[in-house]
């Protein structure tokens, strides 16, 4: 079934849904391949291929609403299906907030080409697959006879889909996924094992990183953690890692959205155009862009994909408004996710930074932890390095940072130039000051 034939069979679902009393109805058919291998110990571990169709249906009647799916896609299983589903809409609650967004929110244009499939894609085969998962475990393992395993992993993905609303969307998308890499684990004389990874993801086969250096980095970085261990409590200087540094944003995330606005649990609330951080911070949500891992015409709601400043220089900006919470609070919907986030970079590197410091502790990777989108208050744990005068000294675990993000993003002093390439939150690594730890 090709997306023509999908989008016949959506309006056919959707006209099916009105026919049957629904007042409103929205439809998408997904068509999705995946496939993963993994070694492990120098052996094939995981060989798998999946594929799956399925139609995902909305109904709206009399302010109601309710969600289904099915894998069984042929029209005479799918009507008693629809039917069945439209009936038991109309014993749920009303809900005056639920129905499809406004059609002015639709964009004008869904043909655009966004470059998110890789016409190489069908030419990659198992035999390929398998010769990257080895060698990224071969190289993995060869870096230290300290290491006492390795995993190697490869998986693509390929997918299509059509949207219909009843009220006049139609669109469609496609979009291919390319993930390499490893997790090691090596050996301490302390008795603990520390483990680490490196793993690159892409839009396309060809922009993969080589096995050799994706088991290297694996290895490495797994490597330099032996002998980590906490040190004394303290306020200290805070550099954070390209790819450790959205964990960091999250805390943000959930806050700036309308579900979090509108049940009173965002510390954000009242905060619009309002300085949130350090002028330093300038968050820019683009699905607009070309090849993104994020990229999209619509989002899953047919809401037309802009590019938006969430944060300004330290201002906040924009809220991510879907339509039903929009709808509660009285705002425009803009969308109720993030796509490609891209940020105001600094000029130099995260070893230019490193030297930049005193005394300061490099996170390179949070472990647990919670923050809280209603009052702001965070605690993670750490793992990364100690740096004193400029340089590396050794690594440290067991420590949490904590804090309260109202204040804690206004002590952002730097930015790094180094965005993290294998993403859709192309994050930098992030300077921040008087950061508390607890440790010894």
Do not use: C
Not at 41 to 47: H, R, Y
Not at 152 to 167: I, K, L, P, Q
Not at 226 to 250: D, F, H, P, T
């Amino acid at each position: 079934m090709n997306n023509k034939e999908r989008l016949e069979l959506a309006e056919w679902a959707i006209g099916t849904a009105i026919k049957s009393g629904a007042d409103e109805a929205s439809a998408v058919i997904y068509n999705t391949r995946d496939v993963e291998i993994e070694y492990r110990d120098k052996k094939l571990e995981t060989m798998k291929e999946s594929g799956r169709n399925y139609l995902s249906l909305q109904i709206y009647t009399g302010h109601r609403y309710s969600g289904h799916s099915t894998n069984d896609i042929r029209k005479p299983s799918l009507e008693k299906f629809i039917q069945e589903a439209v009936k038991g809409t109309g014993y749920l609650t009303q809900d005056e907030f639920r129905s499809l967004p406004e059609k002015k929110y639709y964009p004008g244009n869904t043909d655009a080409d966004l470059g998110l499939v890789d016409p190489s894609y069908e030419k990659v085969d198992s035999s390929q697959r398998k010769k990257i998962a080895s060698q990224i475990e071969e190289v993995a393992r060869s870096q230290s006879g300290q290491i006492i395993s390795a995993t190697a992993g490869y998986n693509d993905s390929y997918y299509e889909f059509v949207r219909v609303h009843s009220n006049g969307f139609k669109g469609e998308g496609a979009g291919t996924y390319f993930s390499a890499g490893a997790s090691v684990t090596v050996k301490d004389e302390n008795g603990g094992r520390p483990e680490d990874w490196f793993y690159a993801s892409s839009r396309f086969f060809k922009e993969l990183p080589s096995p050799e250096m994706l088991g290297k980095n694996a290895a490495q970085r797994a490597l330099k953690k032996i002998g980590q261990k906490k040190i004394e409590s303290g306020i200290y200087e805070m550099l954070v890692e390209n790819r450790a540094s959205g964990r960091l944003l999250s805390m943000l995330a959930e806050p700036m959205s309308a579900r979090a606005l509108q049940q009173k649990s965002s510390f954000l609330d009242g905060m619009l155009e309002k300085q949130i951080a350090s002028d330093k911070l300038t968050v820019i949500d683009d699905p607009l862009m070309p090849g993104g891992m994020g990229s999209r015409l619509f989002d899953d709601e047919g809401i037309a994909a802009k590019k938006r400043f969430m944060i300004e220089k330290g201002v906040l900006r924009n809220y991510y408004v879907d339509n039903y919470y929009g709808r509660k609070i009285q705002m425009e919907p803009t969308s109720g996710s993030s796509s490609n986030l891209i940020f105001e970079y600094g000029t130099k590197s995260l070893e230019d930074l490193i030297r930049d410091q005193k005394r300061a502790l490099l996170v390179n990777g949070f472990i647990g932890g919670n923050s809280n989108s209603t009052t702001g208050d965070f605690s993670f744990g750490i793992v990364g390095f100690l740096i004193e005068n400029g340089e590396i000294v050794k690594p440290v675990n067991e420590m949490n940072v904590s804090g309260n993000a109202k204040d804690f993003w206004k002590n952002l002093v730097a930015m790094g130039n180094d965005p993290y390439p294998y993403g859709s939150w192309k994050t930098p690594s992030m300077v921040f000051t008087g950061v508390n730890f607890s440790g010894l």
